[in-house]
C-alpha cells in the first residue's frame, strides 16, 4: 500500500506570498490531518478533515487554512507569509471514520517551507 | 490545555543496553497512547501503539501505560546504534473529532 504523498519536498518563499501544499492520503484512508514542526514548538495540530469537512482547528490564524476533496485528498493553504511560518508541514492520514476510533496517524514526508 | 511532557534529552546509553523513554500527560480523558520515531529530517514513523493500561510488547520495543499515574513510557532492548532518533510521544482523545497533541520529543543516543 502505497503511504501518504506530500508535494513539494521543498519551497523558498517570500514574506507576503502565499503557498498551497498538497497531500495525498493511504488509499482508504479518509481523516486527514495537518501539523507544523518547529524546532521550538515541536509539532502543532492545524486541522483534520474528514469526508470533505473540516472536523477540528487547532490554534493557528486564519491565514492558515485547508480543505479535503472528495477522494481524500487534501491541500493546505498559507496566505501573506510570514518568517515564522518556516517549518516542516507534515499531512498524516488515518482510518478514523464517523465514529470513535482512535487510529494511528501515519505520516507523509512532510514539505519544508523556508520563508526568506 | 492538554499537555504531553517529555524529557528532551539527550538520553545517551551504549549499544546493547536498554533505553527507558518516559512521558506524561495532562489530559485524563486520553484514550490512545502513541510513540514515534523521527530521524533527523524525515518525518515520524510509528513504532508503538497502546490503549489499556500495562504492557505491550512488539520485537524490541515495549509500551507501558498507566493511566492512573497519567504515563507512559517505552523500553528498547538490546539498544542499536540505528536507534539514535527523536522520540515522539503522542496521546489521543475522540471529542467530536481525533486530535493528537505529541510532546517535544527526547533526543536518544545510542553510544557503539
Known amino acids: 500500500k502505497a503511504g501518504v504523498t506530500q508535494t513539494p519536498r521543498y519551497l523558498i518563499k517570500t514574506r507576503g506570498q502565499q503557498v498551497t501544499l498538497s497531500c495525498s492520503p493511504i488509499s482508504g484512508h479518509r481523516s486527514v490531518s495537518w501539523y507544523q514542526q518547529t524546532p521550538g514548538q515541536g509539532l502543532q495540530f492545524l486541522f483534520e478533515?474528514?469526508?470533505?469537512?473540516?472536523?477540528n482547528k487547532g490554534n493557528f490564524p486564519g491565514r492558515f487554512s485547508g480543505r479535503q476533496f472528495s477522494n481524500s485528498r487534501s491541500e493546505m493553504n498559507v496566505s501573506t507569509l510570514e518568517l515564522g511560518d518556516s517549518a516542516l508541514y507534515l499531512c498524516?492520514?488515518?482510518?478514523?471514520?464517523?465514529?470513535?476510533?482512535?487510529?494511528?496517524?501515519?505520516f507523509g514526508n512532510g514539505t519544508r517551507l523556508t520563508v526568506t | 490545555q492538554k499537555e504531553v511532557e517529555q524529557n528532551s534529552g539527550p538520553l545517551s546509553v551504549p549499544e546493547g543496553a536498554i533505553a527507558s523513554l518516559n512521558c506524561t500527560y495532562s489530559d485524563r480523558g486520553s484514550q490512545s497512547f502513541f510513540w514515534y520515531r523521527q530521524y533527523s529530517g524525515k518525518s515520524p514513523e510509528l513504532i508503538m501503539f497502546?490503549?489499556?493500561?500495562g504492557d505491550k510488547e512488539d520485537g524490541r520495543f515495549t509500551a507501558q501505560l498507566n493511566k492512573a499515574s497519567q504515563y507512559v513510557s517505552l523500553l528498547i532492548r538490546d539498544s542499536q546504534p540505528s536507534d539514535s532518533a527523536t522520540y515522539l510521544c503522542?496521546?489521543?482523545?475522540?471529542?467530536?473529532?481525533?486530535?493528537?497533541?505529541f510532546g517535544k520529543g527526547t533526543k536518544l543516543s545510542v553510544i557503539p
Open positions: 498524516a492520514s488515518s482510518s478514523n471514520g464517523f465514529g470513535q476510533q482512535n487510529s494511528p496517524l501515519h
Open positions: 497502546i490503549y489499556s493500561n
Open positions: 503522542a496521546v489521543g482523545r475522540w471529542a467530536g473529532s481525533y486530535q493528537l497533541t
Open positions: 478533515y474528514f469526508s470533505e469537512t473540516q472536523r
